[in-house]
């Protein structure tokens, strides 16, 4: 992970934490972010707007795509 990627995740953490998803880490795949979640806080990620104030968040952090890592621990 170089410095870019890290701004990137911190910028993104930082945005779902005001989104008040304060235990989601950022996982970087090359332009995809992988989102790391407790399971109780899955369905509220399935929900508008959450949804899409979370993709949009961490698009402007600089990721393409953005998914769901289902096997965070």
Sequence with gaps: MDDEDTSGVETAEGELL????????VCPHGDAALLAVPLEQLPLL???????????AVRRAGFAHVGLDLEAR
């Design 18 to 25: 005001r989104l008040g998803l304060g235990a989601v880490r």
């Design 46 to 56: 399935a929900d508008e707007p959450l949804r899409g104030a979370v993709v949009r």
